[in-house]
């Protein structure tokens, strides 16, 4: 399909039905990342279940090529809601054609209708093209992110 078809692809809030396609998307992450994950179709289906969590999926006439996983937060120093972008991954089949773009903008929108004051988003120091990809939407590197592992559950 063209880039100009794949404008049609629907963006759209994933549902328990979405969860294989969802393991399939997240595990090709990881795999790009270099890491194992646990991740499974029952714990998609808790975290679409959990308050304060969901997942934007971009989804080509009934078949998940895309998804966005976000979190809402309050936020003691901005006094509201915070947005932040957990992960964004698309088949690799069907990227560069703005679908990724797509999904952050809907995602920017949406955490204007709700209220936040502010939308973050954590990539790998080494990764240039997502440091630019975020950029080139408005986003700054106004932070350091710093991790401890505690272990897999």
């Given at each position: 399909?063209?880039?100009?078809?794949?404008?049609?692809?629907?963006?759209?809030?994933?549902?328990?039905?979405?969860?294989?396609?969802?393991?399939?998307?997240?595990?090709?992450?990881?795999?790009?990342?270099?890491?194992?994950?646990?991740?499974?179709?029952?714990?998609?289906?808790?975290y679409i279940a959990s308050t304060g969590s969901g997942i934007?999926?971009?989804?080509?006439?009934?078949?998940?090529?895309?998804?966005?996983?976000?979190?809402?937060?309050?936020s003691l120093v901005h006094a509201g809601r915070s947005c932040?972008?957990?992960?964004?991954?698309?088949?690799?089949?069907?990227?560069?054609?703005?679908?990724?773009?797509?999904?952050?903008?809907?995602?920017?929108r949406r955490a204007a209708e709700w209220g936040c004051v502010?939308?973050?988003?954590?990539?790998?120091?080494?990764?240039?093209?997502?440091?630019?990809?975020?950029?080139?939407?408005?986003?700054?590197?106004?932070?350091?992110?710093?991790?401890?592992?505690?272990?897999?559950?």
């Amino acid at each position: 399909m063209t880039a100009a078809l794949r404008l049609l692809v629907d963006l759209r809030e994933a549902t328990s039905v979405d969860a294989p396609a969802i393991v399939v998307l997240i595990r090709a992450l990881a795999r790009v990342m270099d890491v194992v994950t646990p991740v499974d179709e029952a714990y998609v289906r808790e975290y679409i279940a959990s308050t304060g969590s969901g997942i934007l999926v971009a989804d080509d006439g009934g078949q998940v090529i895309g998804l966005l996983s976000y979190s809402l937060r309050p936020s003691l120093v901005h006094a509201g809601r915070s947005c932040v972008i957990e992960e964004l991954v698309i088949d690799q089949t069907t990227q560069r054609q703005g679908i990724g773009a797509r999904l952050v903008e809907d995602l920017l929108r949406r955490a204007a209708e709700w209220g936040c004051v502010e939308v973050s988003v954590t990539t790998l120091a080494g990764q240039r093209g997502a440091i630019e990809f975020y950029k080139a939407r408005g986003f700054s590197d106004d932070a350091v992110l710093l991790e401890k592992h505690l272990g897999s559950k």
